[in-house]
């Protein structure tokens, strides 16, 4: 099996060890371009790692592929018609993360709504040489509106913070209702333009896919208005990312609090390191010691199980395969 980009525990690494003949590019950067990784390939009967696009071409080369474990619960990396075709098993790490990349969605809310990176960022500079004024001011987070697109796992944990820990609305817009979410959290589902009017703080939760790509676009950011705050945690792609820029710039929204982008590492270039209303974060949804341990502990049960041939706890695609 090939482990890449994301290093394994010594025990979890143990365990594959145990089983089959492991090979390790976790330091390789650009794998893609990488020939030993190209030469393995064609050798490899699994996968497990995360943050590379494994697109058709590469995996054609992979011909005795026989599972792919993500350590992420987004599966936008993935070709998933093509491993269904190929009879290929993919696993991903979804509960496990839910509650960290939920307080997630909350540092950004309230880093966003109080301007806490901004005046920190004054304070280290030396520049707090008065108190804070009007300029300067938040505004609150409690007791107001959220707007949550995509009321899956992670949707539903920030929907409970919302409610129990800050007294807010909680508002939703998914592609299903959820009727014992909407009794639990009070939370009723909208249009998504009515849901973006009548959101103080919009954060979106949706997976990447062809249906939610950009879906976040001028349009939507002037739904929202002047007063809105946008935070993303789920993927870049779902915003037109110019389109924030300049919805930023202009005021049309007042701030965002984002973890994703278009391009990752974002671009340093980019105008959103600069802007004082956007918090930007490296991808952190789920960077904690617990949780990225959790996560690779599932996902070496995953790898492990589905080449032994068993169900692996957390398939994506096992219902789509021969054997589901
Ligand atoms: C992953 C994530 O670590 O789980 C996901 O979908 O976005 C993160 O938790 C991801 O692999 C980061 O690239």
Not at 17 to 30: N, S
Not at 194 to 220: G, H, Y
Not at 251 to 274: H, N, Q, W
């Amino acid at each position: 099996v090939i482990v890449y980009k994301r290093p394994l525990a010594p025990d979890l690494m143990a365990q594959l060890e145990q089983r089959f003949t492991v090979l390790d590019f976790t330091c390789v950067t650009d794998l893609t371009e990488d020939a030993d990784f190209l030469e393995a390939l064609p050798r490899a009967h699994g996968l497990i790692g995360a943050s590379v696009k494994l697109d058709r071409e590469l995996l054609a080369r992979a011909e005795r592929l026989e599972a792919i474990s993500s350590i992420s619960v987004g599966v936008d990396n993935y070709d998933i018609a093509y491993l269904n075709e190929r009879d290929i098993v993919l696993c991903h790490t979804p509960d496990v993360l839910t509650e960290t990349t939920a307080d997630t969605a909350f540092l950004l809310i309230l880093s966003a709504a109080r301007r806490g990176v901004e005046l920190a960022n004054m304070v280290r500079k030396g520049e707090w040489t008065e108190s804070v004024k009007e300029p300067q001011f938040g505004v609150d987070v409690h007791h107001k509106t959220l707007g949550i697109v995509g009321m899956g796992r992670i949707g539903q944990a920030i929907g409970r913070r919302a409610k129990f820990g800050f007294g807010m609305t909680v508002n939703y817009h998914n592609r299903s209702r959820h009727e014992i979410v909407e009794q639990e959290l009070d939370a009723t589902w909208l249009e998504f333009e009515t849901l973006l009017e009548r959101s103080d703080i919009v954060c979106v939760t949706v997976p990447l896919s062809d249906a939610t790509r950009k879906m976040f676009d001028q349009k939507a950011f002037e739904t929202m208005g002047a007063e809105c705050i946008f935070v993303n945690i789920s993927r870049g792609g779902v915003v037109d990312e110019p389109a924030l820029i300049e919805a930023l710039q202009n005021g049309t929204i007042r701030a965002a609090g984002l973890d994703v982008f278009e391009t990752e590492p974002l671009p340093a270039d980019s105008p959103l390191t600069r802007l004082d209303n956007a918090v930007t974060l490296p991808h952190i949804g789920s960077a904690t010691h617990e949780t990225r341990f959790a996560m690779a502990e599932l996902a070496v049960q995953n790898l492990i199980q589905s080449l032994q041939g068993d169900r692996p706890q957390a398939p994506y695609n096992w219902d789509a395969l021969d054997r589901g």
